[in-house]
């Protein structure tokens, strides 16, 4: 079958962060259906070699291809900056492919920033993916990364506010006089009331969820892919590589009751 405005769109992460951007597309695309891949096994990938990044990553993205999605929608940072060159290669000519960083690095909220903060995991600072980008479009931000191991572990176990308030603190009182702070891997979003709240709304935060899915929509609209209208009503199904009472859990608490969650591991 060939893919038309009701195929499903592919959404996959390592885990629960990318059921931030699910749910956005939920939002802004009503009408979309979703297959959604966490690869909760392998989590966090942020601690990961590039290859195998990028060796689980491609397998994510075959097996959304074999139920013919229509687009994928890489919903993590760390797989992006690594994985996001073969991902493409091997999949553009067959299916719309689309990831949270080149919509957010093109924004019009950095002609406004003079210095930015970056918080992401070890395997997106290490690849320095959103320093070359920004430099690209935005030569007159000054920039400065760190990476944050601790928080993506923690969130996608389920945080204790008091024990993420004060690793929060500890990360972020590195920055000095950033105007804006972007939130550099998905799971973060979970976070980004609290991180508000720490800076007093003096730092803005980028609305990545925002601007990702903008982009996704505009150009299913112009491949005539984007669903308006459906026949039926469909629930998103949910895979994991493990079994994750969290997950599932979070995915109940966003997408109400009736979803299908299932376990699905490669070998
Ligand atoms: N959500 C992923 C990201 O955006 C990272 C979490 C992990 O380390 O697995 O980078």
Do not use: W
């Not at 959604?36 to 990044?53: A, L, Q, R, V």
């Not at 949910?238 to 079994?243: A, H, M, V």
């Not at 966003?254 to 376990?263: E, L, R, Y």
């Amino acid at each position: 079958m060939k893919i038309n405005t009701l195929s499903p769109i592919g959404i996959f992460d390592s885990g629960i962060g990318g059921l931030i951007i699910a749910k956005e597309i939920k939002m802004q695309m009503p009408y979309e259906d979703f297959i959604y891949f966490g690869d909760t096994k392998n989590m966090p990938y942020g601690e990961k070699s590039k290859e195998f990044i990028i060796e689980n990553s491609m397998k994510i993205a075959s097996f959304l291809f074999e139920k013919k999605c229509k687009a994928l929608v890489i919903a993590c940072n760390s797989i992006v900056s690594n994985a996001l060159d073969t991902i493409y290669q091997e999949f553009h000519n067959k299916l719309l492919v689309f990831n949270v960083i080149d919509p957010v690095v093109k924004d019009k909220t950095f002609l406004f920033s003079k210095k930015i903060g970056i918080i992401a995991t070890p395997a997106t600072i290490r690849s320095n993916f959103y320093v070359n980008k920004i430099k690209e479009s935005h030569q007159h931000l000054d920039i400065d990364q760190i990476s944050t191991p601790l928080l993506a572990p923690i969130i996608e176990n389920g945080f204790d506010i008091k024990k993420v308030s004060f690793i929060i603190r500890n990360y972020l009182n590195h920055f000095k006089s950033i105007d804006t702070l972007l939130l550099a891997c998905t799971h973060y979003l979970f976070l980004k009331k609290k991180i508000e709240n720490f800076y007093l709304g003096k730092v803005h935060l980028i609305d990545i969820q925002k601007i990702v899915v903008q982009e996704i929509k505009k150009k299913l609209n112009e491949k005539k892919l984007l669903c308006i209208h459906s026949p039926y009503k469909k629930f998103p199904i949910f895979y994991t590589s493990s079994s994750s009472t969290f997950f599932e859990k979070k995915v109940r608490v966003i997408f109400g009751k009736k979803v299908c969650i299932k376990k699905h591991i490669f070998f």
